[in-house]
């Protein structure tokens, strides 16, 4: 904080020097007051103690309110220069204005608002309503949303609804991702598949789960862009292709986690071949409003189907509206 600048508020010759909390006027010495000098400092020594006690008389203004006294702060600024000129001592200068929290304080940047956004989501979203299991609430707490959608829509990228991410396509909103997540029972030395990139949301959040992951998408600009900001982002175990996800990665599977974020009509039997025994497959399944479903596949192969909730999610194309 910049010194205050001190102006002497009664009349006299500038200071020509500055030592040791001393002011010498005029070469003057004030230490040795001539009895003129000391005749005057008495007067003026009467004068102030009578302002005192008219001013102890005077009634008070009420509290919150600036006092109306003679005795103002211009006053007792001037009564100490005065002192501080006869005695050669210091004026003691009062302590700066304590400046209010919120105006020392910068604006957060960017990124840390989105983390909080990200912390509140967590809070309100997932884990006020049934997503217990807490590695995926802590990758979630991860994973920046907001990268993962265009910049005139990050502003609601931590609310819980979908958002267009272009070519007719949307990112899931983040408490159906969680649930998906959870329903799959991810591992850290698993592998998983995810199909429907989209912006790559869903397979980050894997990513922080699984040991590897592969991704599917059918647009290639989304695609590209999606590997692209994986990429940029850090994460390496995630490949992503360009292709048809209807007939899965048969180079890479089994695989211990299959997630899929487009609905078509019916399973797609690749998926199911695909499937690792123990392995768990999260799919919408239908027209319109979908059924989301998990099927886990068991030791002996036989599947188990759980319907969990009804979701809304776009349409899987390629093969699975041709069959």
Known sequence: MDEPIQTPLTPGPSPRKRGEGRILWDSQDVSQPSPMRRGIVALLAALVLGGLLWAAAAPRAP?????????????VAA????????????????????????ARQPEPPEDAQFAQARRQMVQRDLRGRDIEDKRVLEAMGRVPRHRFVAKEFRYAAYADHPLPIGHRQTISQPYVVALMTQLAQPEPKNKALDIGTGSGYQAAVLAELCKQVYSIEIVKPLAEEASKRLAD?????????????????????????????????????????????????VIPVGRGYQDL???????????????VAPVAFVPMTGEAQED
């Not at 220069?81 to 929290?101: C, D, K, Y």
């Not at 479903?293 to 319907?307: A, H, N, P, Y």
């Open 63 to 75: 509290t919150g309110h600036r006092s109306g006294t003679v005795r103002s702060m211009v006053g």
């Open 79 to 102: 009564e100490a220069e005065l002192w501080s000129r006869w005695s050669g001592e210091p004026v003691a200068q009062p302590p700066p204005a304590e400046t209010p929290a919120d």
């Open 233 to 281: 982002l850090g994460y390496k175990n995630v490949t992503v292709r360009c292709g048809d996800g209807y007939r899965g990665w048969p180079e890479h599977a089994p695989f211990d986690v299959i997630i899929v974020a487009a609905a078509p009509d019916h399973v797609p039997q690749p998926l199911l071949d695909q499937l690792a025994p123990g392995g768990r497959l």
């Open 293 to 307: 479903m998990v099927i886990e596949k068991r030791k002996d192969g036989t599947l188990r189907r759980t319907s």
